[in-house]
């Protein structure tokens, strides 16, 4: 059995519901609890042991699920020198940024 590790990083809004769906759908998940690097807000980050042909059924449920969504920032420091940005900037944040891994070795004890 070929299995991968599907990574997914998820708005805390929409990790909710996904969650119900995926278990109602079988998934086995772990959810951790995720900082982004860049606006430096709390958001959730699935790890998913799935069996390769199960993987394309996975990501149309986190499609469905997850929604982009644009968020405005108030000003926070960039760059090297902590420059703060005076004025409040849109950010455009997707609904879902996921990594599809291979497995070398998958064990349950
Ligand atoms: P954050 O790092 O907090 O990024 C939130 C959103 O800010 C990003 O949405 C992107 O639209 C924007 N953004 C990120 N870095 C930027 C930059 N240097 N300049 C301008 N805008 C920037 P997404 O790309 O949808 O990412 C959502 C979250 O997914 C990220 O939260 C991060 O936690 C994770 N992520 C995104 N790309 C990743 C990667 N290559 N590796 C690991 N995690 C990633």
């Given at each position: 059995m070929v299995v991968k590790l599907v990574i997914a990083v998820v708005q805390d809004s929409d990790a909710g519901r996904l969650i119900e769906n995926l278990n109602q759908s079988n998934f086995g998940i772990t959810k951790l609890a995720s900082t982004g690097g860049f606006l430096k807000r709390g958001n959730t980050t699935?790890?998913?042991?799935?069996?390769?042909?199960?993987?394309?059924?996975?990501?149309?449920?986190?499609?469905?699920?997850?929604?982009?969504?644009?968020?405005?920032?108030?000003?926070?420091?960039?760059?090297?020198?902590?420059?703060?940005?005076?004025?409040?900037?849109e950010v455009s944040i997707g609904g879902a940024t996921i990594f599809v891994v291979d497995v070398e070795r998958f064990e349950k004890i």
């Open positions: 699935l790890m998913i042991g799935v069996e390769k042909e199960r993987v394309e059924g996975l990501l149309d449920i986190i499609k469905e699920m997850c929604r982009p969504r644009k968020q405005i920032v108030t000003p926070f420091p960039i760059g090297p020198a902590d420059v703060f940005v005076p004025y409040p900037v």
